[in-house]
């Protein structure tokens, strides 16, 4: 005869009588009225447990590369975090430091465009200045009250070309519209002149489309990973590892670089004004370099000069396909925005 049951308080599932807790969510089958006591108990121990699996978690992931690929994919998972939520997380909280490491390019091109309405303003009142004062001497002095400014000649001679057009001013994706610029450069064509289009539109409002590009970036990453992880696969394929084995130790390797980055990019943030000359970048690139060697070295337990071999090769494509995919999806967006 089945022993009776009883349910659950917390997920509702049949417990027997005789069991002190349930099989389901570990929760005790009777419960005393919660004191303050308890309380406090529950929280120390979800204090103490959340801070073991951190430092576990972030002292293998960080100071023994592929240390933690390793644990998590012999079965000893409960101990760590899960390598999803770990990429999802740092992913969030670089492109969020990245976008504030950034942000002088808002202001430096507020600045810019301040100097160019007070450029254009100056042309304005020169030329009908002129007309009022046509002798030779009174132009001589409008030129002294209103000396030509070399950043607007700057901006007169930045040209860049469009198929076989290469006389396009910057200043004008400034002053005038779209239809404008097409009309005045006789532009052919859909494509250029949506290529025109955009053009003013990233002119005159680049933080927006710094913007638009920086919320993408997450997709373009998220779409390269399977892609890195498959050329992975294909370059260990007589280890006889699952794909899913492949694409742990992948968002491991790039919860560490987003690590790194988070790191130089709070630095660069806390010295705005210091003159680094490239080096913490450089210090950055070998940190992520050296954690890559000795990673894979360990993972996948082959000898220093074949897994530089394989390394030097999978960069190679890694790179291919971080540009065609970041390619692919700037130019899609490039005509959305």
């Known amino acids: 005869m089945e022993p009776p049951k009883h349910l659950c308080q917390s997920c509702h599932c049949l417990v027997n009588e005789d069991a002190k807790f349930c099989a389901i969510c570990g929760q005790k089958k ?3 009225p919660l004191s303050f006591k308890e309380l406090i108990g529950d929280f120390c121990s ?10 576990r978690t972030f002292g293998y992931l960080i100071f023994l590369p592929g240390k933690l690929t390793k644990e998590y994919v012999s079965g000893r998972r409960q101990l760590y975090y899960t390598p999803f939520r770990l990429f999802l997380f740092w992913l969030t909280i670089a492109l969020v430091l990245l976008n504030f490491t950034l942000a002088d390019i808002q202001t430096i091109s507020n600045e810019m465009d ?19 004062f046509t002798d030779t001497i009174n ?14 000649e700057t901006i007169k001679g930045s040209f860049f070309s469009i198929g076989q057009i290469d006389s396009f001013n910057l200043k004008d994706f400034h002053t005038l519209s779209p ?30 489309f710094q ?14 990973i399977p892609l890195i992880t498959f050329v992975l696969k294909l370059l260990y394929l007589r ?5 899913i084995e492949h694409l742990i130790y992948m968002l491991h390797l790039h919860t560490f670089i987003f690590i790194s980055c988070s790191i130089l990019f709070i630095f660069l943030l806390m010295s705005p004004n210091l003159d680094h000359s490239g080096w913490p970048i450089l210090y950055t690139l070998m940190a992520i370099g050296l954690y890559f060697i000795l990673s894979i070295k360990n993972v996948y337990q082959q000898s220093l000069l074949k897994s ?25 967006n490039f005509f959305a925005f």
């Open 179 to 208: 239809d404008e610029i097409i009309k005045k450069y006789k532009v052919q064509g859909f494509f250029k002149q949506q290529i025109i289009r955009q053009l003013t539109k990233a002119t005159k409002t680049p933080g927006d």
């Open 239 to 243: 280890r006889k590892k699952l794909y």
């Open 114 to 132: 301040t100097e160019i309405q007070i450029e254009i303003y100056k042309d304005s009142l020169r030329n009908q200045l002129n007309l009022v």
């Open 139 to 152: 132009q001589q002095k409008l030129e002294t009250l209103l000396p030509q400014s070399n950043e607007l």
């Open 211 to 224: 913007m638009y590009l920086l919320s993408h970036l997450s997709w373009i990453i998220l779409i390269s």
């Open 46 to 55: 979800n204090l103490f447990s959340l801070d073991s699996k951190f430092f």
């Open 30 to 32: 009777i419960l005393k």
């Open 308 to 332: 530089s071999f394989k390394i030097i090769l999978f960069l190679l494509v890694y790179f291919f396909i971080i540009v065609l995919t970041f390619s692919v999806f700037v130019l899609i």
